[in-house]
Every structure is written in structure tokens, then in C-alpha cells.
């Protein structure tokens, strides 16, 4: 059951909507074509949990680390409710970033995942005592310019705690095991996963990034905002982020298609214990971006594990009838996909086949959020500067049943 506690502008939003019917409508249309399966056999993915053992070890003895729950008593920033001219069926609840977050034409938010992807509903889904919605974003070197770094921000979900969210850093190390240091990982990271104490962050051209929730390490701010890694000594900046969070390894893609897999977006499905991913594409004229059909994939977890093992061969593979996706989510045999340039949510199951609902502009990725109490749902975001709102619908609005 989500215990966040509603602001009195929410529940007169809710209130309003329903009585004004503003909300878009779920009614699905034409049911168009399917997707079809492809050989699985065909995606394989290698893992390396120990990558940057030895220089994370270094940093931890260096800098220190602090625990979830620390971080987040820490926590610097005020979410905001929900603003009343937002409008999507099935709607539950949300929230929105501060206004420097909201209007930022430098940072996009992009993946979402929860504390109940990483723990499930034992405990209302608390990880280290908070329910958190976690968020990953992309940081540009100007509001027009190149990706330069990424980023996540941990939002508290939970009415025990002040509605307040905080900002952690995402770095790679470098140096020595005698002078560790870190720098910037300039990846789209447009879906994340949070399983146990990993976080997958999805990197485009290569598969995804992995790190340790229970390795967030401390960096002193300060300095100018361009200062990244060990200065001198001991001293150690991160563009003024008082925590970062270093990759321990990583899961690289490799298939036997003519095309490489572009992991443009991922999810968890805790039912089947795997990560599904699929493809940003194009049906044509596209200069940044593959111009073919998408596929979606499914990796299972090792057996009893939250990480994969050393080789995995996908356990389902799909050939995608839709386009410009960003957003996937699978959950007991049923799939949902985001188009942010159709604003279309399609649903699809083998057995009941495709249905297509009306969906938000500048829609972002999906994270399935299960409840024992009540409806199960599908968090979202928006990444349009100036209207990031992050909100859950009831997935059964969407075909989900």
C-alpha cells in the first residue's frame, strides 16, 4: 500500500478530474499488428560484478560510504504535488521535481525504477527503511550541447519521511589503488532497474552499467562546478554532489543478428526474475537513431540471485511492430511499451493480443510497482522541460486486467 500521504492540491486535482472527465482516455483503439518472436538463442549477455574491485575498495577506505537511509536524511531537495492541469487516465498519484529540476534544459530525467522493484512488497517495499522512487537522468554540457554526465535522484515515497528527494552522482573509477579517483559517465542512462542492492543502469551502444546501492561514497563539495575526481590528498569533488555512486561492473550485450541491440530503455519483471529491454528506432529518416523495427528482449537472473551469471542467453525475444519507444514493462506474461512519438501506451499479451490506449507527451520509461493491498501500478515520468511530472497509473486502466 503506498503510504505517502496526499497534498490537499492532489486530492482536489483528483477530485476535479473525476467529476470533470479531463482525464485522456484509456478506451484502446484498432487493435494493430503484433509483435512476433524471434530465436532468443541469439542475445547473450556476459557479466562482470568485479570489474573495479580494487579501486572501489580504495575509495571506500578513502572517501567513506553512507547508507541509503543516510543519504536520505540529507536529502536537500522538495518534490513538488502534482500540477493540476496534468491529465492521464488511471491516474493515482505523483509528483513533480523542485522548479530549478523542472525547467533544466541541461538535465532530463529518463529511467525509473522503486524500492519495490529492488525489494518487493515485504516491509511496504522500504529499502533501508524508506520507499523510494528513483529516478536517472542525463546531463548535457549546455542546453543544446553533448551528453556529459549522468545522474540519480532517490525521492522519498513514503509519509514517515518529509516529501523530499536528493541528487547522487554516477562515476566511474579511475587511478590507482594508491590514488583512487572517479570521472564522469556520459551515458544516456535511459532505463534503470534497481533488483536487491544493484542498480542496471541501461548504456545505449553496450548493455547496462551495474553498481552497489550499499557503496554511495562521500565527496566533498565545493570547488568549481566542473572540478570532477581526486584534486589533491584526500580531497575529492563531483561538480559540488556531496555523494556519488561508482560502477562496480558491467553486463555487455552480444548477439548473432546483423544488428547489435541499442538498449534504449530496461525493466524489471519480478515474477520471471529478469530485465526486459528494448529499442529506441525509427520507421525511417532518422540520423541518430537506428531506422528498422525494435525488438524487445528478456535476460533471466541467475537462480536465486540478483545479479546474472558470467553468460545468460535470453529467455524471450520479440520483433516489435511500434516505434520510438522509450519505455518497457513486463509483468507475469504481459508487456507494455511507451512511444513518446505517438504518445501511445500499446499492451500486449500472446494470448490477447495487441491493444493501443492514449498516453503522455514526453513520456520516459515504465517500472511495474506491485501492491498486496491495493491496485498494482505503473510509475512513469515525463522528460519535457518545464513539465517532468512522475506519476503512477493503475495498470489494469491499461489492459493489464
Known amino acids: 500500500m503506498i503510504r505517502q500521504v496526499r497534498s490537499v492540491a492532489n486530492a482536489v486535482l483528483a477530485a476535479g478530474l473525476a467529476v470533470s472527465g479531463a482525464l485522456l482516455g484509456a478506451s484502446p483503439a484498432a487493435a494493430a499488428a503484433a509483435p512476433t518472436a524471434l530465436p532468443a538463442s541469439q542475445f547473450t549477455l556476459t557479466a562482470d560484478y568485479h570489474q573495479f574491485d580494487t579501486l572501489n575498495s580504495a575509495l571506500v577506505t578513502t572517501l567513506g560510504t553512507s547508507a541509503v537511509h543516510t543519504v536520505m536524511e540529507n536529502a536537500n531537495h522538495d518534490r513538488q504535488p502534482l500540477p493540476s492541469s496534468f491529465s492521464v487516465a488511471g491516474l493515482s498519484t505523483g509528483f513533480r521535481f523542485d522548479d530549478g529540476d523542472n525547467s533544466d534544459c541541461q538535465s532530463f530525467p529518463q529511467g525509473i525504477t522503486t524500492s519495490r522493484d529492488a525489494v518487493g512488497t515485504a516491509d511496504s517495499g522500504n529499502y533501508d527503511g524508506h520507499q523510494l522512487v528513483l529516478v536517472s537522468w542525463y546531463t548535457k554540457d549546455g542546453c543544446g550541447g553533448a551528453q556529459q554526465r549522468s545522474r540519480i535522484t532517490l525521492a522519498d515515497w513514503d509519509a514517515t519521511f518529509p516529501n523530499k528527494y536528493r541528487k547522487i552522482l554516477l562515476v566511474e573509477p579511475t587511478g590507482t589503488a594508491a590514488a583512487p579517483s ?87 519483471d519480478r515474477v520471471s526474475k529478469s530485465i526486459v529491454m528494448t529499442e529506441y528506432t525509427c520507421q525511417s529518416s532518422c540520423t541518430d537513431y537506428p531506422n ?110
Request: charge should be positive.
Open 182 to 268: 572517479f570521472k564522469d559517465i556520459p551515458i544516456h542512462a535511459g532505463g534503470v532497474s534497481w533488483y536487491g542492492n544493484y542498480l542496471y543502469v541501461a548504456d545505449t551502444g553496450r548493455g547496462m552499467r551495474v553498481f552497489d546501492m550499499r557503496k554511495i561514497l562521500n565527496t566533498d563539495t565545493g570547488g568549481t562546478a566542473d572540478q570532477i575526481g581526486r584534486q589533491s590528498g584526500s580531497v575529492y569533488y563531483a561538480h559540488n554532489y556531496a555523494y556519488v555512486l561508482p560502477q562496480i561492473g558491467t553486463v555487455t550485450a552480444q548477439t548473432t543478428s546483423a544488428d547489435k541491440l541499442a538498449w534504449s530503455s530496461i525493466s524489471l
Open 292 to 401: 528498422r523495427p525494435p525488438r524487445a528482449v528478456r535476460f533471466p537472473f541467475a537462480s536465486g540471485a540478483t545479479t546474472f551469471a558470467a553468460t545468460t542467453t535470453a529467455s524471450q525475444a520479440l520483433q516489435l511492430p511500434w516505434y520510438n519507444l522509450n519505455g518497457v514493462a513486463s509483468h507475469n506474461g504481459r508487456w507494455w511499451f511507451n512511444s513518446s512519438g505517438q504518445k501511445k501506451l500499446y499492451y500486449w499479451t500472446p494470448t490477447a493480443g495487441p491493444s493501443t490506449f492514449a498516453w503522455v507527451g514526453g513520456g520516459e520509461s515504465i517500472s511495474y510497482w506491485e501492491d498486496t493491498t491495493d491496485p498494482d501500478l505503473l510509475w512513469s515520468l515525463q522528460e519535457t522541460t518545464g513539465g517532468r511530472n512522475v506519476f503512477a497509473v493503475t495498470q489494469a486502466t491499461y489492459g493489464g486486467g
